[in-house]
């Protein structure tokens, strides 16, 4: 062998060495990056059953909440309905208390009126505007009104009372009246 094949061999066993070099550390890299790849991938699988868990979560407080409105929903509707019920009966109240030739009028707890209607109002030379929020005892002539407290305050233990008493005028003069007080769990009624 020649000094030539013999450094052509030795040449290429070099690079043949090299290359193997080459090749192990690129199997490194390779066993490197597949290792970071399945590091990788299970940090993503983690990652996707978060996300599926909480997923599920969410929707289950979103179907408990839909449920939660359902009920609400229902509830409110049945209180619309009852509301609406309730407003008409107060508007056929209304509506008959302004037809009554009699003077009608409703007490609060405070003993101010809170409606009137036009004959009472009329009795007392007085409009219906005039007269709401103001104290009933002060259309009530000052002679009459501890009978009339007397007869309010026995109304609280239920019934109706009847008693002859004096209004007051808006200009202050006074005309005789027959009271029959009705006691309600909602207002104390006067009727004249």
């Known amino acids: 062998m020649g000094s030539t094949t013999l450094i052509g061999s030795l040449l290429c066993g070099i690079i ?4 193997i070099d080459q090749l ?3 199997a490194q890299d390779l066993r490197a990056n597949r290792a970071r ?3 990788s991938l299970d940090e993503l699988q983690k990652s996707h059953e978060t996300i599926r868990v909480t997923n599920a979560e969410l929707e289950a407080r979103v179907e408990e909440r839909v ?3 359902r009920t609400t929903n229902e509830q409110l509707t049945v209180e619309v309905v009852e509301r609406k019920k309730a407003a008409e009966e107060i508007n056929r109240l209304r509506l008959a208390m302004e037809a009554a030739i009699e003077g009608v009028a409703y007490v609060d707890i405070d003993g101010r009126f809170t409606e009137i209607n036009a004959a009472f109002a009329v009795m007392h030379q007085s409009d219906p505007d005039t007269m709401i929020g103001t104290v009933a005892d002060e259309w009530i002539a000052p002679e009459y009104r501890e009978v009339v407290a007397t007869a309010v305050y026995e109304l609280e233990r239920g019934g109706k009372r009847e008693l002859a008493s004096h209004g007051l005028r808006l200009d202050g003069s006074s005309f005789s009246l027959e009271l029959s007080l009705v006691g309600s769990p909602r207002h104390r009624s006067t009727e004249h």
């Open 16 to 19: 043949f060495l090299a290359a």
């Open 24 to 26: 192990e550390v690129r």
């Open 37 to 39: 790849l399945a590091d």
């Open 67 to 69: 449920a939660e409105l």
